[in-house]
Nanobody, 125 residues
């Protein structure tokens, strides 16, 4: 089992920045690929970014490329999502997820094994 807890969400004006954190506990965090997803009511969960088990590879949805940066600190069992130049359309609940194959590039939510509870990000115009 891996427990994931997100933090760092909040209300920000368009053009602003937020950094989300996802703290992991349980099994060896460094074995897992990590992904960030987001969801708005009525929509499916959308892949935002992912990172491989050692941080060597990162992946981004086109909608956030150049604005968001995913990183991880395996010594702290934490993955981060730095979000810059935020837009109102980035408003969503953001979730982190762990995949046991260490990849982090899976865009389908069903390919992740563990999920956090989510953190709300609201971007005002």
């Amino acid at each position: 089992q891996v427990q994931l807890v997100e933090s760092g969400g909040g209300l920000v004006q368009a053009g602003g920045s937020l950094r989300l954190s996802c703290a992991a506990s349980g099994r060896t965090f460094s074995n897992y690929g990590m992904g960030w997803f987001r969801q708005v009511p009525g929509n499916e969960r959308e892949y935002v970014a992912g990172i491989s088990w050692n941080g060597g590879r990162t992946y981004y949805a086109d909608s956030v490329k150049g604005r968001f940066t995913i990183s991880r600190d395996n010594a702290k069992n934490t993955v981060y999502l730095q979000m810059n130049s935020l837009k109102p359309e980035d408003t969503a609940v953001y979730y982190c997820a762990a995949d046991r194959y260490g990849r982090g590039y899976y865009a389908r939510s069903t390919q992740y094994d563990y999920w956090g509870q989510g953190t709300q990000v609201t971007v005002s115009s």
